[in-house]
């Protein structure tokens, strides 16, 4: 798959998807993360894939003292994505890409905001991780 590196089959039809806007901070994280892997806008032209992305991000509580406190919270990254080729309108992948991650919630109000924002970091970076994946498979069958 990976054959010829940046120059490669793939790596040619990678850089020919955009990414469209998502909305909020995790919408921005994924997307960057996103172009990045993907090159887009690389070759300079119209692109021939759109990557549209829709996004669920949750935090919940899971641990839980006898005075109702909460001692460990979950972050929750899910996205739902569909490839579409713009000559037809056809989608050509139509997934979701997701993953999760644990954090202590302390007596600091600041490290439990710290740790919330790398667990989105984290996620975002899983997340298009997977989507960059899914999308060169099917790329390279299509070829």
């Given at each position: 798959?990976?054959?010829?590196?940046?120059k490669?089959?793939?790596?040619?039809?990678?850089?020919?998807?955009s990414?469209?806007p998502i909305?909020?901070?995790?919408g921005w994280?994924?997307?960057?993360?996103?172009v990045?892997?993907?090159?887009a806008g690389?070759a300079?032209t119209?692109?021939r894939?759109?990557?549209?992305?829709?996004?669920?991000?949750?935090?919940?509580g899971?641990?839980q003292?006898?005075?109702?406190?909460i001692?460990?919270?979950?972050?929750?990254?899910?996205?739902?994505?569909q490839?579409?080729?713009?000559q037809?309108?056809e989608v050509?992948?139509?997934?979701?890409?997701?993953s999760?991650?644990?954090?202590?919630?302390?007596n600091?109000?600041?490290?439990v905001?710290?740790?919330?924002?790398?667990?989105?970091?984290?996620?975002?970076?899983?997340?298009?991780?997977?989507?960059?994946?899914r999308?060169?498979?099917?790329l390279?069958k299509?070829?």
């Amino acid at each position: 798959m990976y054959a010829g590196g940046g120059k490669g089959e793939i790596a040619r039809a990678l850089a020919d998807v955009s990414v469209s806007p998502i909305e909020g901070q995790s919408g921005w994280l994924v997307r960057n993360a996103l172009v990045d892997r993907l090159g887009a806008g690389a070759a300079g032209t119209a692109s021939r894939y759109r990557l549209d992305i829709r996004l669920d991000d949750r935090v919940e509580g899971l641990g839980q003292l006898s005075n109702d406190a909460i001692t460990r919270e979950r972050r929750t990254l899910r996205a739902r994505y569909q490839l579409v080729d713009t000559q037809n309108g056809e989608v050509v992948l139509d997934a979701t890409a997701g993953s999760d991650a644990g954090f202590d919630v302390v007596n600091s109000e600041y490290a439990v905001i710290a740790a919330e924002q790398t667990a989105l970091e984290n996620l975002s970076q899983e997340v298009a991780d997977q989507i960059v994946t899914r999308v060169s498979v099917r790329l390279r069958k299509r070829s």
